[in-house]
């Protein structure tokens, strides 16, 4: 088992590496550069800066240097000195740009997951047990369309009914007159009245997929002989269903957790943005647009390093999970 983690632990380093690099490129792949963008957006607004200008910009900011001088000069900096560099938008530290936003973003994804899994785990195995029962067929139309309807929609379907139905303005984390003031009860209860839509949105359309994904892994499983001889030896169908088959059938889940870390950090951008949430995605979609290339760069590596880590815990939840990966 050592050998086994001793081996997806040196195989992450150079796919740590080699996305840090990939990271980068792909920031520097628009025509253009983060004084371009500056540039146009002055100009639509009504202002401009000269060429002369845009030039001293690029030669402060070492836009002119080449491209491995460039990438050195920002992975060094996180290597050895933590520094993220600087948002050549937001002119502040990306580091505090990312986590002043992070809490509110890991609270949020991770009670989504939380709700996901506990929705998604005994509906799955219920319809599985029951299968073509009325509440399967609820449970199957529900999948279908928590799938199918997208879920910037469903926040605007939900926007709606509070605000005709309930006359609440649910949009953002806190209302209006809370903003920047500091937390208190009166805050924290008026942030529970807002943070319920995202939390039913993102669930929602989580659960509906690893639903079906269960059901159809507890289908399989349960006409395998091994369920028979449980059955067998006197077992109630509780204790079969939960000790054995379940235990396969949520390899899946755990596979998941490589994405999930990634999810948790970036939330769900549309969303997020549709909700007016303080969140990480509004802030990495601006960062791209605007090519803020340290910010955005810095956003792309973070993602891809939660994904190296997830993909590892999910391979060693596997395996401590499953004996047939652990021994293969």
Known sequence: M??????????AIPTLIFVSFISFVIIQLPPGDFVTAYAAQLRNSGDYITEAQEAALRAEW???DPLLVQYWRWISNIIFYG??????????????????????????????????????IPVGVYSATRQYSVFDYVFTVFGFLGKGVPDFLLALILMWMTFVWLNMDVGGLVSPQFEGQPWDLAKFGNMLTHIWIPLV???TGGAAGLIRVMRANMLDELR?????????QGFGERTVVWRYPVR???????????????????????????????????????????????????????LSVFTVIGTVLSDILLALSDPRIRFS
């Open 224 to 232: 395998k002989p091994y369920v028979e001889t449980a059955y067998a």
């Open 62 to 64: 070492g836009l002119n």
């Open 248 to 302: 396969v059938a949520l390899n899946p889940f755990i596979s998941t957790v490589g994405w999930a870390l990634p999810a948790l950090f970036s939330g769900d951008v549309i969303t997020a943005v549709v909700l007016n949430l303080p969140t990480t995605g509004p802030l990495l979609l601006q960062a791209l647009k605007m090519q803020d290339m340290y910010l955005a760069g810095s956003f792309i590596l973070i």
């Open 2 to 11: 050592l050998s086994y983690i001793g081996r997806r632990l040196l195989w």
């Open 201 to 203: 949105v993102l669930a």
């Open 83 to 120: 520094d993220f560099g600087r948002s050549l938008e937001w002119n502040s530290a990306v580091s505090d740009l990312i986590w002043e936003r992070l809490g509110l973003t890991l609270a949020i994804s991770t009670l989504s997951m939380v709700f996901t899994w506990l929705i998604a």
